[in-house]
Nanobody, 130 residues
Framework: QVQLVESGGGAVQAGGSLSLACTVSGYTDKTYCMGWFRQPAGKEREGVAVIDSAGNTKYADSAKGRFTISEDKEKKILYLEMNNLKPEDTATYYC????????????????????????WGQGTQVTVSS
């Protein structure tokens, strides 16, 4: 059974930093995409940053230069370091792993919100105050 569990959300003032972590268990694919997505209240879920099994990354324009996605393969943890946070970054942040029926490029995974059969975590709230 695949499980993804996010941690590290919280409240911070604009300009501050937060680090999110996603612990992945039961996921055995050797070639994959994983990533971070977010959903502001009342809005659709959107891609933030994604990484593939080769370590390639892709970011949404809103995240470029401020957020960094990384992965500890040994510990099976996905990270998102967020710097210079803005109020518009306020959202529930989710991690996702490519599902069994999807063969995704990073662009597809980011733009199509991980595809239709991705594995998802339960989400962690990030609130940025001005």
């Amino acid at each position: 059974q695949v499980q993804l569990v996010e941690s590290g959300g919280g409240a911070v003032q604009a300009g501050g930093s937060l680090s999110l972590a996603c612990t992945v268990s039961g996921y055995t694919d050797k070639t994959y995409c994983m990533g971070w997505f977010r959903q502001p209240a009342g809005k659709e879920r959107e891609g933030v940053a994604v990484i593939d099994s080769a370590g390639n990354t892709k970011y949404a324009d809103s995240a470029k230069g401020r957020f960094t996605i990384s992965e500890d393969k040994e510990k099976k943890i996905l990270y998102l370091e967020m710097n210079n946070l803005k109020p518009e970054d306020t959202a529930t942040y989710y991690c996702a792993a490519e599902g069994p029926g999807t063969i995704a490029t990073l662009t597809f995974f980011l733009q199509h919100v991980a595809g239709t059969d991705a594995y998802w975590g339960q989400g962690t709230q990030v609130t940025v105050s001005s």
